[in-house]
């Protein structure tokens, strides 16, 4: 399955015919579906679909695809993307001080799990420098004060350009963008450490121990002007007791960070997910 | 989405355009699809797929429906059911003297929960039968002894018959059933009170105990001739500890062993499970 | 271990040798334990205990126990309970239309699984009354408006008072109780639809729904002035996707409801949770 | 909560007045217990405890207090140990190739979620001496054959006299230990790829998948000559679907046996488990 394929992704108002058209095209161009996956939302009306085909007998060279298929979806209304399998999408991770999400992306990165490049590490602070040099990543640290975010932002967004970056992944950094900075850049994914819409903001895990829950979560969703209230991609969660203090829930909910950051981020480049009315699709 | 609709579960060997050719069939007959969703095993080359669409503006009576596809699935080299969602499938119950299944599955029933008919419950024990008295389903007490096994099985598939059922489910029967019985009626969905294959046979809880595992489970599956080692529908399991004694283990399982059998029963209902190489697809 | 015994709550500034004199106190008196758990909140210097003991050769008879005690509980500026294992606790069950909760409980009652009494029924509609019938419980049906509000509560209290209830479950009972009534009657458990405080109030999981959520989850807590504020004692959770609508959110929802009310009251019936800080210490 | 502690692990014949006695013991000592946790087995008569106090006031030195506790515990007829909170453990990672386990129990050891002190890790095979160099331990390659298992065992034996070692963790290192080896060494903990007793010895992900179960897990247990039947430590799992084909599980697996590794590991380090008739108590 280490083929060459295409993956489609489409949303467009529902009506009938639209998965006999789309597979119609990819078949009558010679194009092996290895997967298909679709959604309806009879609330909206809007049809979802992801599609993944072989190309090694496609009779169509890339242009020519996206030529053709413009015109296809022009007749369906449709919003789409299409990616392909050997075009790695480049990934900058942006860290502040804690290094146990950004450990965990580079090690997975590193045993394959997560196809892609990464490039560029940003952060803040200098601290995790010699994690990113160990991994020969170039690291930029660029410090945010009041007075400067908006500069900085200016720098990163050049960075960003620069290094040709598909996605920003906030591996806890712990910094709040502005909503200039998410307009200009759309794909962020962070993660936030609680089971959110429980205890958006700061200091999360005190929140839920003052509260008394039994149960904390972590919560990866792409970053918009809203704090915390963007598409939610991926949560987990895990049980805690009385016996657990600030300390016990911190350490728990590194667990969860990790592998729910990991898991949204795996999602996103395997070109899984996608956003409406501020809700996901997960084409798991 | 209460339309009335066709489903079609379908099998084939892997070939390209396969999704192009059942999604024009449909749409070219007018048919809406409202949930699609597929799999291609790539170690056995098997392609399998679930279709559903609305009937409202379809333009083949279901004669011509059955007969039109058959040809197609002939050229596909397919295996397929269609089922009607106005044809409720007939449900029996097999109980023994435990409860817990057989009033769960009961009161999703009468709640809506499941879409079935439920004309028969059948027993080796009259314990439950005031049960069946009380939601107004015939009972039949076929008590089972190593001299009448048999005889009871041919009874009990008369009954079968006569009450035109579907889909046996064994809500805690407690009996094995014979190879020729599993083999005369192949809808039989059994729910054993373990995370299988651990502890398959007797008194999984009390092996458990003395194994000392720290998670207990449920597994919802297929009967087959072999004892619990048919294709698995749903399992879920829940945390003990030293403090859980042999009782709280069964306590405990109850809960597990009513929500799983429930899922796989409406996940059969609802035509999403697909049966291959002892295995099931779940197109949930 | 169905033998007699006591169960003594107590909360109590921590200093060293409090174990000690609570285990001596017994010993001498020639019990013998067969649980105990402590905690130490180190935050507040509060310590926190559960000890339950076998009466059978004990020294004391209830009332030389109750007044022994008192002087030492004295001495360690403590507040407690002691429960005895024959006094059954008294539990009423108010339920509005929905009869998930109410035959939950009712059916665990009745299998042995709560160790209770339960003779009364309180509802603001007539809707469950059949079900009251056929467990042979008491029902009290009082409609409640803007207007009749406070009258009812005091009818309600007056039931409570003549039936000498210990503990008022609300099985989906959707109705605010006032400040004034949650003063008097101490003992309330209540049920709440989501993963608190995530959704509190009406509607959580057409909110979920909305927010685009991974996991939904309920929350039981003791009911306090503040609506779904009270100190949590047990929550649970289960992932949805994009394919649940609300109407999957509430199916699934409900199975979690009843698993976690019954959970909260059984613990409160054995005497396994005690209270400070609007949190619950939970000796599990 | 960093003061100095001394933790007791105790099991005896149960008998009223244990608690009783140890607490007075420690009580009478000037000692302020700041954890207490006992079960009691009563199928097999035993109790088990433990407790943890400061020492700031204790009146006793080392040597006095052990030679102290050894007379009462000869008089409860008790098995015991007791630790020092500033005396480390002295742990061995034990290695193949992978080095998910490693990285994650070398991660968790700097951040000091572990603490403990690694001064040691034997391999057969050299792939993963880089790491070891990362964080300056010692590293020792000793390959495997059949012919010299019984030398290298011995070599390895010799190994961990020298560095003093008190706890062997096999971080997927994929060999059998002798009966002789595990004899002479009784600590050891195991991380096992499967959710015992299911899918013991080789390849557990390959018949998982083979099974079709819908759920995997890993545990970690004592190592005993016995293959994958020691005391159960830890377990966890997760979900899988008909999606994940082998490489899939292998990839959740890994995530699972992190945590569950860590999980076990901790939870000995901190003197929380003990071991009787093949099962764990763990006073979590």
């Known amino acids: 399955m280490q083929n060459l394929t295409a993956t489609l992704l489409v949303s467009c108002p529902d009506q009938p015919g639209i998965v006999a058209q789309i597979a119609q095209f990819i078949y009558q161009n010679q194009g092996n579906i290895i997967h298909a996956d679709q959604h309806t939302d009879f609330s909206s009306g809007l049809f979802l679909n992801r599609v993944e085909w072989q190309l090694d007998n496609f009779r169509l060279s890339r242009p020519e695809l996206l030529c053709a298929w413009a015109r296809l979806a022009e007749q369906l209304q449709a919003t789409w993307q299409i990616h392909f399998s050997d075009q790695l999408p480049r990934l900058a991770l ?48 660029l410090p945010i004060t ?65 509260r008394g829950v039994k149960i904390i979560g972590a919560t990866a969703h792409y970053a918009t002007a809203q704090l915390d209230e963007g598409p939610i991609i991926e949560q987990d969660v895990v049980r805690v007791s009385h016996r657990d203090n600030v300390e016990d829930l911190i350490r728990k909910g590194r667990d969860l960070e990790r592998v729910v950051l990991a898991r949204a981020v795996r999602l996103h480049l395997q070109h899984r997910i996608l956003v409406y009315d501020n809700r996901t699709v997960v084409f798991a």
């Open 94 to 141: 942006w860290v502040s001080k804690q290094d146990h999400c950004l450990l965990d992306i580079l090690w997975r990165w590193r045993s394959g799990e997560l196809r892609c490049e990464i490039p560029l590490i940003i952060s803040n602070h200098p601290d995790l420098k010699p994690i990113a040099d160990q991994f020969g990543i170039d690291f930029h640290c």
């Open 146 to 210: 009041k007075e400067n975010k908006l500069a900085q932002e200016t720098a990163e967004l050049a960075l960003l350009k620069q290094y040709q970056i598909d996605l920003v992944v906030l591996a806890k950094y712990l910094q709040i963008l502005t909503t200039d900075f998410v307009g200009k850049f759309p794909n962020i994914i962070n993660i936030h450490h609680s089971f959110l819409p429980a205890f958006p903001g700061a200091n999360p895990y005190h929140r839920a121990h003052e």
